[in-house]
């Protein structure tokens, strides 16, 4: 049973660990909503926090985890280093679902190597992020009701009439099995979870990736006259860049700060589809430049032909 995702363009991280850790907890038919797909609550009803972490070492070690330890009580386990098959299950349906997008997605590496004269699939690319969240959901949604053909089923499991997909097998094991469902205030669990970083308080607001947000205790406190320039640490989520979150020293409370305009233009869109538009306009406005300093020069260089033209003529009329 997936019981959470996250898809990005880093490579294996704590931050992408910790944002499907995020959507583990996460309400999935709301989740689902999002990307325009409706689900019921039983197509896909996880929104628990797991006793045991079993984690690769990419991801986790080297990492503190005592926020997991210490304020949600989650066990971490590492696997072994080059150990993928000690959690095949999870790498075989990492190369499942790659299978599945290389066949229907345009614009996906269908080889390793390509040969001289072969197009650059790279150029059939279509999809946006979104768009691609929204295929993974669909093949996880088909993954969680298909039938596990080598599945080693319990006799309990069939006198009960259980055919073993993991959607089954989930309700099953909640029911007879030790399946302690715990939850747990998704706003609290994501302090402990979501990346942070660093915000700047300014005259403009309080600036974040270029972004510019407010909120209600900045301004009744005057920050932006009072404490400007002041860097502060904040709580923000790479899918949902419409608010960020300043923490309390309590570790229990927060402030949310709400895009202010016209930074709003960026509230559907993710960190990656931000960060891309502001290299893009760099990119321009650099361009620009080198076409000013060429328009600089044929601006001078036309005024000091108009200068020394009136000069010659001055002159001619005082010889």
Not at 73 to 100: P, Q, S
Not at 208 to 231: D, M, T, V
Not at 256 to 268: D, G
């Amino acid at each position: 049973m997936v019981t959470g995702i996250y898809v990005g363009l880093e490579g294996p991280s704590w931050i992408g660990a910790m944002m499907a850790l995020d959507n583990m907890v996460a309400d999935k038919v709301d989740f689902c909503k999002q990307y325009n797909i409706d689900i019921t609550e039983e197509q896909w009803p996880t929104h628990h926090l797991p006793e045991i972490i079993i984690a690769d070492r990419g991801e986790f070690e080297g990492y503190s985890v005592e926020g997991l330890i210490n304020n949600l009580n989650i066990k971490i386990e590492n696997t072994t280093a080059y150990r993928g098959d000690l959690k095949g299950i999870v790498e075989r349906k990492f190369r499942t679902i790659n299978g599945k997008i290389k066949q229907k997605a345009p614009g996906a590496i269908q080889k390793e190597y390509r040969e001289r004269g072969d197009r650059d699939y790279r150029l059939d690319a279509t999809l946006n992020l979104k768009e691609f969240t929204a295929l993974i959901i669909t093949l996880i949604l088909q993954h969680n009701h298909k039938i596990i053909e080598k599945y080693p089923m319990e006799k309990e499991m069939i006198t009960d009439g259980i055919v073993p997909t993991p959607i089954n097998i989930w309700n099953w094991g909640i029911q007879n099995r030790k399946g302690r469902l715990r939850t747990v205030d998704r706003n609290i669990f994501r302090l402990n979870v979501l990346p942070r970083g660093r915000a700047t308080i300014t005259r403009a607001g309080i600036k974040f990736k270029n972004l510019l947000y407010g909120s209600k205790r900045a301004i009744e406190e005057q920050w932006y006259a009072n404490l400007k320039n002041k860097s502060i640490e904040i709580i923000y989520d790479p899918r949902h860049l419409d608010k960020i979150y300043i923490p309390s020293d309590n570790g229990i409370d927060y402030e949310t700060c709400l895009l202010l305009e016209p930074s709003k233009q960026y509230k559907s869109d993710f960190l990656e589809d931000v960060i891309f538009q502001q290299q893009l306009l760099n990119e321009l406005k650099e361009q620009e430049r080198s076409q000013q300093a060429q328009l600089t020069i044929n601006t001078d260089t036309i005024m000091e032909e108009i200068i020394k033209k009136a000069e010659q003529k001055n002159q001619k009329i005082n010889q």
